[in-house]
């Protein structure tokens, strides 16, 4: 059994022993059993690229609902980073598969104030239900929070509240070798976090975490050969890694 003083841990979840669906699950198992018991622990590096989605099915906000000359219509988009152009593109081809006006609406950020226009062009009646469930989109993620909209006529309606489109902020790292009463009390199925790594890069781009003062955490496992590593959202909710793959290094001491 390995007792070592002081030792790293590197976690590539390309090379893990069993990967979860989403990819951001991870169990590593070790050549030797190692003795944590009462030892300290604490992420020292991070690498986790930023490829989650920020519309997928899995935060429910895939899907835009409008109605138009009196017929529902329901666009589903699929999961991916999107900003307001992407969007755009998206009802673009929905209007061509439907053989709708191709300008029938689209969206209009505004960097100024962070709140996204909908500008409708239409001479027959238009209108969307911001309360239907399947609007999170709209009304969650772009800041539509009213109940609805609805016109005749070409006009500009302006959400209420700025879009979160980058909707994840920070990234939770969560391992099974710790139990409670760490610096991080928010605990998923009784696995606490162990760090938190703030999102400073663009979508697509590379996270390279590498904390001055990293959160020191108890282990109170005692003798194991695997090791469980997640990671979620400052929501709690599990990450869509969209088939990229982290590598952590996890440093393992004696508190002396």
Known sequence: MTNY???????????ASSVSQNGSRISL?????INVFKKLLRVIQANITFSFP?????????TILFTYNAVDYQVDIPNGIYGIDDLNNELIQFFSDFSLPSDLFSFIGNNSTGTVTIYVQTSLLFSIDFTNPLNLLLQNTLGFSQNNISTAVDAY???DSVAQLNNITNIYVCCDLCGS??????EISSTP??????????????INYQPKNAVVN??????????TIYLVDQNFIAL????????????IYDDK
């Open 218 to 227: 108890l282990c109170n496992t005692s003798s194991t050969s695997t090791i």
């Open 29 to 33: 198992n070790l050549s030797n059993p």
């Open 240 to 251: 869509d890694m969209a088939g990229e793959s982290f590598n952590l290094v996890l440093e």
């Open 193 to 206: 976090i162990i760090e938190s790594v703030p999102i400073t890069v663009s979508p697509g781009d590379l």
């Open 5 to 15: 003083s002081r030792y790293n841990i590197f976690a590539n979840s390309a090379q």
């Open 181 to 186: 009463g760490n610096n991080y009390s928010n």
């Open 54 to 62: 920020n519309v997928s099915t899995i935060i429910g906000n895939s």
């Open 157 to 159: 309606f302006r959400g």
